[in-house]
């Protein structure tokens, strides 16, 4: 991030700003890497030599922000790397990611946190928030040093990949978080009832002989943490929802006060457990895929307002490692490039939700989660960071893993035509990403 930013000028753009609730053409000046000008109708802004980029027809919003991706550094970088992993989130018009902690040594002490942060100045292309481990190399049997942790910048904590199974040591973690105003993600999964597990526990897993992972595995972990945060008031948000039964048990905490918030992933939305059928490896990941009952309450979940955070769980993995048998490939899928138009499908086509609360979802509620709103990311603020997202809703093409700037190729949506596309992503005033010029000629139509 050290290209010099220039002035731009977006005009004639419907600006969606979710904090603010404005939706209304609009012109935004960027000057010095911040949102220096916002006036509503057109030409009222003297933007000097400013660049002008006319986005007529398109929906202008904060930068997305994904608080759950896997950047696979350090350690891992024959699947990705923060480079790589910013390269493709910004080709999917993210401007801020959070990374998980499961890397290879795990980020569990603050020189950690800085070695991510010290990656990140000198090779990612947006912002990259840290989620440290909250135990020691995640194996949930002792404390990790959150404070120093929290001190290093860390954003919030998680044990990603598992869920903290002893109860007396979580009661601890949340008590730290509360403490420290920090923000708790769990992956639920109480491990004593998911060993060996390959795929969601159902019919399609007795069908291909598999070991299945049940629903009640999340909810029971789910439920437990709820409960003890009730003493607590820790701010605890559920990762990758998988279950419809989740969705009830998270609903009923937040209308009895508990600050409890929930996320959801594009193929939890989209896809069941039918996808696995024949043993496709780009269909195995953690939470499985379940049924088409739970993705439905997955979908109610997020009209209803109680799933109020979008994220990808970005999981890149090796097309070598992804070619191995069912039983033996890694969890997990690519989303960062392909999330904006998948979850348009699921939950605007759907009726589910309109375009600015599905911006709302993927700006100022991860920004309110990681502690960034007063910073103005999230939305258009001014005097906020230049962090801009232009997007085409009608842009119609074919998702093609080969053309991704992630290493990774594990999509289980390639092939699939789509609609909606972030055609400009700009980080703090620098154009990131533009490909505005295929307006005129969408690929795939
Ligand atoms: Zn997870």
Known sequence: MTDRPTSTLFTGGRLLDPRTGLDA??????????????????????AGDAERIDVDGLLVCPGLIDPHVH??????????????????????????????????????????????????????SCRVLVAAAATLGRKGEALAPMHAMHAAGAAAFTDDGDGIADADL??????ICASLGTVFMQH?????????????????SVKLGLVGWPRVAEELMLERDLRLDRSIGARYHAQHLSSGGSVEILKAAREDGVPATGEVSPHHLLLTDAACEGFNTNAKMNPPLREESDRRALLQGVA??????????????????????????????IGVE??????????????????????????????????????????????????????????????????????????????????????????????????????????GV
């Open 188 to 204: 639920c999964q109480e491990p004593t009832l998911t060993r060996g597990a390959q795929m969601h526990e159902g019919a399609m």
């Open 71 to 124: 950047l696979r550094e350090p350690g891992q970088g024959a699947k990705e790397t923060i480079e790589t992993g910013t390269r493709a989130a910004v080709s999917g018009g993210f401007t801020t990611v959070c990374c998980m902690p499961n890397t290879a040594p795990t980020l569990d002490t603050p020189d950690m946190v800085d070695w991510v942060a010290m990656k990140t100045k000198e090779t990612a």
């Open 25 to 46: 053409t609009a012109d935004v000046l960027i000057r010095d890497g911040r949102i220096a000008a916002i006036e509503t109708g057109s030409g009222r802004i003297d």
């Open 338 to 443: 392909t999330a904006l138009p998948l979850y348009a499908e699921a939950l605007v086509d759907s009726g589910a939700v309109d375009w600015p609360r599905l911006i709302a979802m993927m700006t100022i509620e991860p920004a309110r989660l990681l502690d960034l709103e007063h910073d103005g990311i999230g939305s258009l603020t001014i005097g906020g960071p230049g962090d801009i997202t232009v997007i085409d809703p009608k842009f119609e093409w074919t998702i093609d893993a080969d053309t991704f700037e992630s290493k990774a190729r594990n999509c289980p949506f390639n092939g699939r035509k789509v609609r909606g596309r972030a055609m400009l992503t700009m980080v703090a005033g620098s154009s990131r990403c533009n490909r505005l010029s295929e307006i005129d000629a969408p690929i």
């Open 170 to 175: 979580m009661r601890k973690v949340m008590q």
């Open 304 to 333: 209803d307002g109680v799933i109020t955070v979008l994220a990808t769980d970005h999981a890149p993995h090796t097309t070598a490692e992804k070619s191995r048998p069912f039983e033996e490939a890694p969890l997990g899928v």
